[in-house]
């Protein structure tokens, strides 16, 4: 008897049986959508607005332990990166708490972003000790919690550098990304989320 016969597989946006993420839920993430995020620097894209399905399926692989989802979700960034800028696209994950990444079994970012496939990975962000879950923070918070807190460690291959992240908020950590890469004497040429939590459309 299989695993799947024991515990069958579901849509971890909407629960109906069959694969992790049904065609259904898997449209409400479209093409790339350029947002207004000040102070962030390049242009920051994002595929979906955070709620309903898409934040469900976030959350999913981001704290439910649906690892099957990082192939979906690889496969949209890989459609979206031709939006964003030209080949050959690097992409850099925005870093997660190394607690959160431990309870999550590895960082979510970089599992993503090796699932995209047609990119390489340069997963060179890391936080610095003190930073804080940014749940419930507000905007003045966010900003203060992350800012000059991003550490780079070593030097991305050629190629249009996009920063790759779950959802965009305030926009505090992509800005705190640009800069720390900036910092090092990298690039990054736009910003790609999954989903934002900004206005939308």
């Not at 449209?27 to 000040?38: E, K, M, N, Q």
């Not at 979206?80 to 708490?97: D, F």
Request: contains cysteine.
């Amino acid at each position: 008897m299989t695993l799947d016969l024991l515990v069958p597989s579901r849509c971890s946006g909407c629960g109906r049986s069959g694969p992790a993420c049904c065609s259904s839920c898997l449209r409400v993430f479209g093409p790339p959508s350029r947002l207004s995020v000040p102070g962030v620097g390049p242009p920051v894209w994002a595929l979906a607005a955070y709620g309903g399905v898409a934040r469900e399926l976030v959350l999913a692989f981001k704290e439910r332990g649906a690892r099957a989802l990082a192939a979906w979700f690889g496969a949209l960034v890989a459609a979206a990166l031709v939006s964003v800028g030209p080949a050959p696209w690097v992409l850099v994950p925005a870093p997660s708490r190394s607690a959160a990444a431990r309870e999550r079994g590895g960082d979510h970012m970089v599992r993503i972003a090796r699932a995209a496939q047609i990119a390489s990975v340069a997963p060179l962000l890391s936080f610095a000790a003190g930073v804080a879950d940014s749940v419930g923070l507000g905007p003045g918070a966010r900003r203060r919690n992350v800012d000059g807190r991003i550490l780079v460690c070593g030097r991305p291959p050629p190629g249009t550098v996009v920063v790759l992240d779950d959802v965009v908020t305030t926009g505090a950590t992509a800005a705190a990304c640009v800069r720390a890469l900036r910092s090092s004497g990298v690039r990054a040429k736009a910003v790609l989320a999954l989903t934002s939590a900004r206005p939308w459309g």
